[in-house]
Structure formats: C-alpha cells, structure tokens
C-alpha cells in the first residue's frame, strides 16, 4: 500500500464548526499546533506523503475522498474536546460505528499512548450512531478513508486546561508522538523514536510559496500582508495545508 496518509486540523477556518474554546485555551490553535509539528515528522523521518486540506468541512470531505479512496488508508483528526458537563476529562478517539477489529485496536492504541504520556484520564472510544442508523460525525460519515479521530483533552475542564498550560510543550509532543505512532503501526512501519523536524518560519518565504499555486486567497493574502494584520497565521495555515 501506498504511504499516503491524511492529517485533518479540526475546524480549521471552519465558520460553522469552530471548535472548543475555554479556560483560555483554544482547540482550533492547538490542533494547528500539534497539526504542524506532526506534518513534518511525517514526510521527512518517515517518507509519507501527507494529504490535508484547508478550508470548510465539505471541501474537506470531497479533498479526503479524492486522494484518500479507500478503507487501507488512514485519516487522523485532529481535535480536542469540550463539554457542558465540566467535571468530564480525559483522552479519547472516536471512530466509525461500523469499525472493523482493526481500527478499534489503533484508534485504543492512540488513546491509550496519550494517557500514558500525560497521565490522563482514558476515556476509550466513541461510536455514535445517528437517528438513521448511520454514523453521527460527519468525518467519520462522508469520508472513504477510516477515521480516527482524537479528543486529547477536555477544555472545559479545569484539570485538563491547567496540565495543558503548565506542560504545554509536554502535551503537544505526547500528541505528536501518539499520532506518528498510530501511523506507523497502521502502515507497519517501524517506529523511530521521539524526533522532531523544525517548523518553517521563514514567513516570506512561505507568502512565495503559497502565492505560486492558491488563486482563491492570494489577493486576500496580499491585502493582508500589505497592512500587517495577522497574515502569518493565515498563511502559515495555508502552507501547512498546502493540496498535493
């Protein structure tokens, strides 16, 4: 099989689906975190070629199912979770509510590496059914690759969001490490330990780069650039999720 995978940022530039946001800590900016640190490792220790996508959740889901055609290949979400009910924390994954023994095996074997490394709560797997019988996420749902979508940690909860803040470079390799370990046993590849490759920061660099192949926001990127508001965070989304 191939060595194609998918890495999916969580509610990514997402109007409609804009992820947790509590006890100061936002889940869209630490998806992009863990999201950016993993992508590299990926390609460059690894040799995989990586599929992602930026931009609203049905042109995601179409993107996913171009590249990624098939149940052999692996989509892992990227998320983490918040709750009404503020005393519920903890690590889990969710996955479709048709998964075969394999997939439950890995989506476990994800949880189960987080909770070791951060000392979490394991709060095991999550499948959900709609009123139709079918499955309730719409990744999971709309998407050919199997999903396996992580909840690292719960926002809203005080315990959580204060580990997190006070281990924050902890939290978000154990996240990295967890995800490249997951990959590796689903391709069978092995495992080379806790590397790292350096995130890109050359932010001009990266505007040349975005503007030779993004037609839709390259006006915009050039607005945003020329009156110096937050255009490194957006095009720092853009390269990061750059089509293949």
């Known amino acids: 099989m191939e060595k194609t995978v998918g890495l999916d940022v969580g509610h990514i530039d997402d109007p409609v689906y804009t992820g947790a946001f509590a006890n100061g800590l936002s889940e869209r900016e630490l998806n992009m975190e863990v999201y950016k640190r993993l992508r590299p490792i990926i390609i460059n220790d690894y040799g995989f070629k990586v599929i992602s996508v930026y931009g609203q959740i049905q042109d995601r889901y179409s993107w996913y199912n171009k590249n990624l055609p098939s149940n052999e290949y692996l989509l892992c979400s990227i998320h983490h979770d918040g709750n009404p009910n503020t005393s519920i924390n903890g690590t889990m994954a969710l996955c479709s509510v048709f998964s075969n023994s394999r997939t439950i095996e890995h989506a ?45 940690a719960v926002l809203t909860n005080k315990s959580n969001a204060d580990y997190i803040k006070n281990n924050y470079e902890k939290f978000i390799n154990s996240q990295v490490q967890a995800y490249v370990k997951l990959i590796c046993k689903w391709y069978n590849v092995k495992y080379k330990g806790n590397t790292s490759t350096p995130v890109k920061k050359d932010y001009e660099a990266i505007l040349k780069e975005v503007s030779k192949w993004s037609h839709v926001y390259l006006e915009d990127l050039k607005t945003i650039h020329k ?8 095009i720092e989304k853009l390269y990061y999720t750059k089509p293949k």
């Open 108 to 152: 476990k074997y994800w949880v189960k590496e987080m909770c070791k490394s951060c000392g979490f709560k394991n709060r095991g797997l999550l499948q959900r059914k709609n009123s139709y019988g079918r499955d309730y996420y719409g990744m999971i749902r709309e998407t050919k690759p199997i999903v396996i979508l992580g909840e690292a």
């Open 227 to 234: 009156d110096g508001h937050n255009w490194k965070g957006l």
